[in-house]
């Protein structure tokens, strides 16, 4: 069974451009989170979905970040225009269940490098 | 404000040894909480988790010990092995927040074979 997948692996870009990177969550799981990874912040939630409807946003650092879940199996995170200080890695992950002691399980994540 | 704080950056310990690694927390609503553990270039995997109605929790070589009253929780790797190095994510939720985690920074862990 495929786990959450994420793409692109790796994105390099110039300050300014605009930035999407994608996530399939697991089959079946009705949470999908975005985080964000740095060294000062460690791992922070940006934004979480149940249902393909966005719950809690947050943690979107500004409106130059939206997220979007057209349907079940799909999401993309956008940052337009984007910033160096938004170099991290970003991380997708999905869940299934309605508590708080439900497993999440992450994808690969998607290293950001903006010159 | 940091409310899960992981604050040694990093441990090193001898294969076969113990490996602690803390956690603190500073909301007291949080009931339940989770060990992660990340490899370079993947993506962090759950390890263990306890509830707060709980005190220890073990799984083979590892133990997570909670400590309601001095918000602290620790995690024990015993014996440590060289496939043990990654980096370790503490994390917490509260009940009833649709599974919400917070996040400490994540802590190092080096075993010396």
């Known amino acids: 069974d495929a786990g959450v997948i994420q793409s692109p692996r790796h994105e390099v870009t110039e300050m300014g451009q605009e930035v999407t990177l994608r996530c399939k969550p697991i089959?079946?799981?009705?949470?999908l989170f975005w985080y964000r990874q740095t060294m000062m912040r460690g791992l922070e939630l940006l934004i979480y979905?149940?249902?393909?409807?966005?719950?809690?946003d947050s943690g979107m650092p500004e409106d130059r970040f939206s997220a979007k879940m057209p349907n079940a199996s799909f999401s993309t995170l956008k940052i337009q225009p984007s910033e160096p200080r938004d170099s991290a890695v970003y991380f997708c992950?999905?869940?299934?269940?309605?508590?708080?002691?439900?497993?999440?399980?992450f994808g690969p994540g998607t290293r950001l490098t903006v010159l | 404000d940091q409310q899960v704080k992981q604050n040694s950056p990093s441990l090193s310990v001898q294969e076969g040894r113990i490996s602690i690694l803390n956690c603190d927390y500073t909301?007291?609503?949080?009931?339940?909480f989770l060990w992660y553990k990340k490899y370079p270039a993947e993506g962090p995997t759950f390890l263990i988790s306890?509830?707060?109605?709980?005190d220890k929790n073990e799984d083979g070589r590892f133990t997570v010990f909670l400590n309601k009253s001095a918000k602290h929780l620790s995690l024990h790797i015993v014996p440590s092995q060289p496939g043990d190095s990654a980096v370790y994510f503490c994390?917490?939720?509260?009940?009833?927040?649709?599974?919400?985690?917070?996040f400490g920074k994540g802590i190092t862990l080096s075993v010396r074979p």
């Open positions: 992950a999905s869940s299934f269940g309605t508590s708080g002691t439900d497993t999440q399980y």
């Open positions: 979905f149940n249902n393909n409807v966005p719950i809690d």
């Open positions: 306890i509830s707060s109605i709980k």
């Open positions: 909301n007291s609503m949080f009931d339940y």
């Open positions: 089959s079946g799981h009705d949470y």
């Open positions: 994390a917490a939720s509260e009940y009833g927040t649709n599974s919400k985690l917070t």
